[in-house]
């Protein structure tokens, strides 16, 4: 297997775990800014004994190269987990999920002039074809626009998409730092910049959580975190941004699966189709790339 393929596989299956997080996040009562913390520091910590486990180092000097991105990423990672578990709160996860994953929109339209990359026709018709499918999925077309309660948590899945953007981009700004390491620098900045925030303004009652909160909070931080940006993050260098822009939304996709045969959420036509067409667009951009490899 190329390394190309080896990465498509490596983002795919973080998009797939990535997908339940929502269903994860909502059975959690602890503070959106305390869950993200947690996940931060779990996530690091499970990333420093991989890291034990494989004998991997970190490297002054790449660390200090690439110091500049490696700090805004790990910064704006940990605001934009509490944006969007404050997004799952106020509105729907389908809702959340539409305005979370305008972010891969944000990062195609700025590749031409931030990476250089060419923008054709093929292109962008595949990335209008994805975000037409998100909003079938979303269900919006048939149940409306969300209301004036909704509309916090709608500006929150914008803001949080902001960010995955700028984090995507830092990402692949980043160069000689392993995937491994990458992440557990970006973990741990992530971690430190939310610790004193929690210490000082956020009450959290712990003794309050049940075993099942707990376990939920350890899945979150080990799998959803340590794995899928080791994953993530690892795979970044070996594909093109417009790729794993629109990989990004197999995401979605599973979410709202998830939704309806957890949450029994309904699954309209629509929603089948947009879930048929944001795959569809997904091979069709990958099919010309494999056939130059």
């Known amino acids: 297997m190329d390394k190309h393929s080896a990465a498509r596989i490596k983002l795919l299956t973080s998009m797939c775990i990535w997908g339940s997080i929502g269903l994860f996040v909502r059975n959690i009562p602890l503070p959106s800014s305390v869950i993200a913390n947690f996940r931060g520091i779990i996530g690091l910590l499970f990333l420093l004994l991989v890291m034990g486990l494989k004998h991997l180092r970190f490297q002054g000097e790449a660390i200090r190269r690439n110091a500049l991105y490696l700090g805004l ?64 999925v979303s269900g919006v077309l048939e149940g409306g626009l969300p209301d004036i309660g909704q509309v916090k948590g709608v500006l929150l899945g914008l803001a949080a998409a902001g960010l995955y953007a700028a984090i995507v981009i830092c990402n692949k700004k980043l160069s000689g730092i392993g995937g491994t390491e990458r992440t557990a620098i970006q973990l741990g900045i992530s971690a430190l910049v939310l610790l004193p925030y929690n210490l000082l303004t956020v009450q959290a009652d712990f003794a309050a959580l049940s075993g099942t909160a707990l376990l939920l909070l350890l899945v979150v931080g080990v799998v959803h975190t340590g794995i899928c940006y080791y994953l993530y993050f690892g795979c970044m260098e070996d ?32 929603m089948w189709l947009g879930a048929l067409l944001i795959i569809g667009a997904a091979i069709l951009l990958e099919l010309p790339g494999r056939k130059r490899e």
């Not at 790729?243 to 959420?265: F, G, M, N, Q, R």
């Open 73 to 136: 990423s790990g910064l704006m990672l940990g605001f934009n987990w509490i944006l969007l578990f404050e997004a799952y709160r106020y509105t729907t996860i389908a809702a959340a999920t539409l305005c979370y994953y305008l972010a891969p929109m944000i990062v195609v339209a700025l590749s031409p002039f931030v990476f250089g990359e060419s923008l054709n026709g093929r292109k962008l018709l595949c990335v209008l074809a994805a975000l037409g499918g998100m909003v079938l």
């Open 239 to 270: 594909l093109p941004s417009q790729t794993v822009a629109i990989l990004a939304y197999v995401d979605p996709v599973v979410a709202v699966l998830l939704s309806a045969l957890v949450l029994k959420e309904p699954m309209s036509g629509g």
